[in-house]
């Protein structure tokens, strides 16, 4: 497949491999196998710089050996190479999701000057979309040092949402509700509702967690609009404002899980009130 020519107005997206390259596989990746990931980023920086590409970026995950390679590639070619370690969570994402993401100087140098967008919760995005979370937390892989699931509530990001396994809802004790639908991904990623899946669970899964968050995308397109115009800095957009759905059309559903949040509130508050205040 050929690329259109290099010109002033094309961006050229890269997000090579980074699953033999990400932290999560840390120490179950042969380090052959993880040496195959930085080929393919050398092979995809040289790709836009021998076809002169005026706008490019690239994405990928920001380990100790991405981060060496980023330094020695921008090294060797300070104009055109630079890269910088961003969180989609500062620009609206619901979720956190840390990534290294190289380009031109002037495009990386725009979206370190972009402001923060108003940080959006789990309960946001869903909220967005006209739903409920059916639970109140969610939890990774990961565990604590106590042997606890790793949990973090609605009202926050959720964890990175990943390819190989969805996140699970969770009650505040770590109690499984469910596992996250390859739906529910796409709703922390940023993808409408109009947005088509692949067929089978596994393969959207992996598509979604593969996916840049939009987010972050809509970030690095208006960096490359607003240096294409020759513009100082990235004008801020207002955050889009979650709409307020009336009470009659809240779902028995919906309902349910504000009754059954409220109650589990109201079961914390409880001791608390039994003690005396002390002045």
């Not at 033999?20 to 836009?48: H, Q």
């Not at 967690?209 to 939009?214: R, T, Y």
């Amino acid at each position: 497949m050929e690329l259109p020519p290099a010109a002033p107005d094309l961006h050229v997206h890269m997000s090579t491999p980074c699953t033999t390259l990400s932290m999560a596989r840390r120490g179950k990746a042969t380090t052959a196998a993880s040496d195959n990931g930085l080929p393919m980023i050398r092979w995809a920086v040289e790709l836009v710089l021998e076809r002169g590409d005026h706008s490019w970026s690239l994405e990928n995950v920001a380990t100790r050996a991405t981060r060496a390679l980023f330094s020695e590639l921008e090294a060797a070619h300070p104009e055109r190479v630079a890269w910088a370690v961003f969180d989609s969570a500062d620009f609206g994402a619901p979720q956190s999701r840390v990534r290294l993401i190289a380009g031109p100087k002037q495009l990386i140098q725009m979206l370190q000057g972009m402001p923060c967008s108003r940080r959006v919760s789990i309960r946001d995005a869903f909220a967005e979309r006209g739903e409920v979370p059916p639970a109140s937390y969610c939890k990774n892989q990961t565990r604590s040092h106590g042997g606890c699931p790793t949990t973090r509530t609605v009202e926050a990001q959720s964890f990175t949402v990943c390819a190989g396994h969805a996140l699970t809802w969770c009650g505040p004790d770590g109690q499984t509700v469910r596992v996250m639908t390859a739906r529910d991904s796409s709703v922390l990623m940023g993808f409408p509702s109009s947005w088509r899946l692949p067929k089978g669970s596994r393969v959207s899964q992996r598509a979604v967690g593969n996916a840049v968050c939009v987010a972050l995308s809509k970030a690095i397109t208006l960096a490359a609009i607003a240096v294409l115009n020759g513009d100082d800095a990235v004008v801020a957009t207002p955050p889009t404002p979650i709409k307020k759905r009336a009470i009659a059309e809240v779902s028995r559903g919906e309902f349910d899980a504000l009754r059954r949040r409220i109650d589990t509130l109201e079961e914390r508050v409880a001791p608390c009130k039994e003690k005396p205040l002390r002045c």
